[in-house]
Every structure is written in C-alpha cells, then in structure tokens.
C-alpha cells in the first residue's frame, strides 16, 4: 500500500486540497462559476499536464495572458505552481504597439488571450508567430466535465524558491518596460508578511477587482489568500455599486483598493445604508487617502489601513494600522515583519529620524531583478537593499511619510504613470521638437498627465491631434489630459529640462 502522496510547499492548491476539499476557493462574480480547493487543485493538475504533453512547455517557458480576471487566470497560476512555468501577465489596457514590446521582450512560448482582446493582438507583428492555445479550449481545459481522479497522481516539477512564476512588467523611467523577476520566494514571503500585518487565514472572504496585470490584483491579496486557504470573490472590472454590495452580500473580511474607489463608493446614495460589518478593514494602497474620505468610511464602522508597495519588492512592504491613521496622518505606516528598511542621503549614507533620504528595502520578498537587463539590476540592488527611488522621512516613533517620488512618477487612478514613456512618444511625432510631462492634481483620478510641447519650427500641429496620436499608441490612462504648447521649456544651467521649474508653473 502506498502512503499518500505528499505535494510540495510550493503547490498550495494541493495542500489545501488535503485540508479542505470542499471549500470554495474562488468565485467569478459575473459568471456564477466557482472551483473548490478539491477541483482548483485537480484541474490545475490537468492544465500542467496539457501544457507540457501537449504544447510542449518545460520549466522556465514564459505563458503571456492577456485577459481579465476568470478563473482559467487563476488555473494557469495554480499550473504554474505546480510546473514552474513562468506567467507574463499582459495590460489589456495598452495599445498595439506597446504589447507587442512585451512580447518580443519576454520571449513568451505561448500566448493565451480572451476572445475581446484578439482585435489588438492581430495588430501586431508577432501574433502568428507565438504559438497559440484557443481560449474556448482553455476554457474545456478547465471545466469538470472529464473525470479528474486521474490527475490525483499528478508529480509537479522540481521548483527552486529562486525560480520565477512571474515576469511583471513595470514602465520605467527610461521610458520602455521592464520585467520584475517575481519569484516563488517572493510569494511565500510576501504572504507570511501580509498575514502577520492583517488577519488573514482560511476563514477569510474577499472581493478582487483589481486587474490580473499588475502585481496588486495578484500579490495584494489573491495569492496570500490562497496561500492561507480563503476564499476570494473574482470581478473583471471595478464598478462603486456592485462591489459596495459584494462587500455586504460576500460577507467580505477584508477588500483592498484604490482611494479613487473608496471615494466612488462613498458617493453613492446607498453607501449610508449598506451592512458592512462583516469587513474588518479596507487595505489602501497605490497613493494616500485624504483624511475626510477615511473619516467618512471610519464613520460607517469600516477602519482604513494604508500601506506602500512596489512590483519588485513584495508588494506588501508597510502598513499604518487603522488606530493610528489620524494620529499619523499621512504616513505608510512601519515596515512589515520581514521587511528591512534604510533610509540614505545622496552618499549612501543613513540619515537620522526626521531627515528626508531615499528608501532601500531588504528582505525575503527582494526581486533577483529585472528579466534580461542587468543595467537595470545592478542600478536597482545594491549589496542587497533596493533601491526604491522614493524619498522619505521616519518620525520618532518610527513611521514612515512619503516625500516625493525620485524617479519622476506619478499616479493616476492607482495606475503607475511615468513621463519619460510618455515623452518618448510624444517626441517620436515629427512635429514635436521638446515634451514635458508631469501630474497635476485631479479630482477623481487623484492626478492625471498633462503636457507642455514645443513644436519644430515650421511645423503646425494643435493639441488635440497630439492628444489622438497619444491615444493611438498609449494606454488610455497614459494619455495626458491636458495639453498644452509652449515657446519654449525651462533649463537648467546644463540644458536639461528643469523639472522643479516646470512644476513650479503647473
């Protein structure tokens, strides 16, 4: 007689198919479909299977996914897991020209797209080049119709904590993208920090509307969760009233999202109404929460506790625990269990509390680095801390404030902007001879783009055609909302374009 099969550490939807079988792992809102812990772990056996039997796909292939999230997402991860295939998570929001960028970076094996996405993969070069997996088929992969028992047995592959499971891609300041390495080290890690800072484990119920492609829709929640055996409720897309009563009919414990939808929520003439006391606090995260709106939400019983996280650090790096957040207004809390900060001048050198300098983060959940660009590695770690490109202060009681961001970013909607992408369109535009962009506040989105252009001499072009041709090229929350053409761009004594001047005039 042969003793149970014991799976890995890594293959958490086996483990959990050991301890609670029968309890609800994931649930599609839109659909109605949902996968116990029992068939999330079988199916994704099947899925590992198929992917190597069938396609070909060995360990440390990359898989690009441009969809929403659903549960074949969440399959694909759980295969992942299992198979060491690395996923690469692909912006339904970018334009042709930019996916097609991340294709031919990530050198992905296999392409995988829902069908209201294909317009824009044919647009581009490489789409008949990658091999290919129809969604309906993926969808079949994923069902119950076939008996599983079969895949019982499945035997996962070796994983490394060092291997990758995602390639995340962030812009950057050079203004291409580039891939954070996301580890299955950074995933445990990140996991053990988060339930040590919250109250997560297999009671806990959450609703997700954050999108598949960045590392908040993964790592913010999803995945402690399913590394904790809870349950969480799976939307493709925010919408204020549906998840204000998500909230209440999900018996949600906890919900992460941005400020801009809190205030959307709040808004609504139903908010006042709404039983929410099944949640214990609302995780904010992405850019500070104005202080009347976490007294508005205070005051409807719901605490809000704020935090920072990066792509290639964590995510979940602070937390402001919700009975501090009047008494430390506007700080991102105290670093997590795990994580080690330092905060240094322009030398390197610590500086001491009050003091504003540069974050570096070290740690467990610490990204190896970028995917195939060691110049950005090396510029990012050094000795092993990271480099955030943010400046900040700790107080006395050792919380942290955000000062301002080194790199030039800024945040629209709880979306990453940066302007030296930005700017490289735009001075790809045979009129524009000099761009400039910035954020400037904005009363829903929190800040969005605008642009000062100085136009090649003889050239005639007005801003809204610059505003089209953004619009063709750039993601939708890229484009600048305000444009606006100019004699000429305040220099420094070197040349370059003086940022702290142009801010000033905005």
Partial sequence: MHAPFQPPATDWAAKWAIYQAQQIAFKEHESGRQLSYRSLNLLGNRLAVFLH?????????????????????????????????????????????????????????????????????????????????????LQQLCTEEEAMESYDDFTPA????????????????????????????????????????????????????????????????????????????????????????LLETEKTTIFMGVPTMLKM????????????????????????????????????????????????????????????????????????FYVQIRIVDENGVSVPPGQSGELLLKGPMVSPGYWRNEEATAKALQDGWFLT??????????????????????????????????????LEHDAVAEAAVFGVPDEKWGEVGKALIVLKKEKVCTDSELAQYCKEVLAKFKVPKYIQLVESLPKNDTGKIDRKAIKTLA
């Fill in 53 to 137: 039997q069938e396609k070909g796909l060995r360990k440390g292939d990359r898989v690009a996914v441009l969809a929403e999230n659903c549960l074949e997402y969440l399959l694909l991860f759980v295969a992942a897991q299992k198979s060491g295939l690395i996923l690469v998570p692909l912006n339904y929001r970018l334009a042709a020209p930019e996916i097609e960028y991340l294709l031919n970076n990530a050198n992905v094996q296999l392409l995988l797209a829902e069908p209201q996405f294909l317009a824009k993969l044919e647009s581009t070069s490489l789409y008949r080049k990658i091999p290919g997996l129809d969604w309906s088929s």
């Fill in 158 to 245: 070796n994983i490394e904590e060092d291997d990758p499971i995602f390639l995340l891609y962030t812009s950057g300041t050079t203004g291409f993208p580039k891939a954070s390495l996301y580890t299955h080290k950074m995933l445990f890690w990140n996991s053990i920090n988060t339930a040590m800072s919250l109250v997560v484990n297999s009671e806990s119920r959450t609703v997700n509307c954050m999108p598949p492609f960045h590392t908040g829709g993964w790592n913010v929640l999803t995945t402690p969760f399913l590394h904790h055996g809870g349950y969480t409720c799976l939307m493709k897309k925010f919408d204020a009233s549906t998840v204000l009563r």
């Fill in 265 to 336: 929520m709040a808004e609504l003439p139903q908010f006042e109404n709404s039983d929410l006391s099944s949640l214990y606090y609302i995780i904010v995260g992405g850019e500070s929460m104005p202080i009347p709106l976490i007294e508005q939400w205070h005051a409807k019983g719901v605490p809000i506790r704020q935090g920072y996280g990066m792509t290639e650090v964590g995510p979940n790096l602070t937390s402001l625990h919700h009975r501090d957040a009047f008494a430390k207004m506007g700080s991102i809390g105290r670093p997590n």
């Fill in 389 to 426: 490109g943010d400046r900040v202060r700790m107080d006395e009681d050792g919380y942290l404030f955000v000062i301002d961001r080194i790199k030039n970013m800024f945040i629209s909607g709880g979306e990453n902007v940066y302007p030296a992408e930005i700017e490289r369109v735009l």
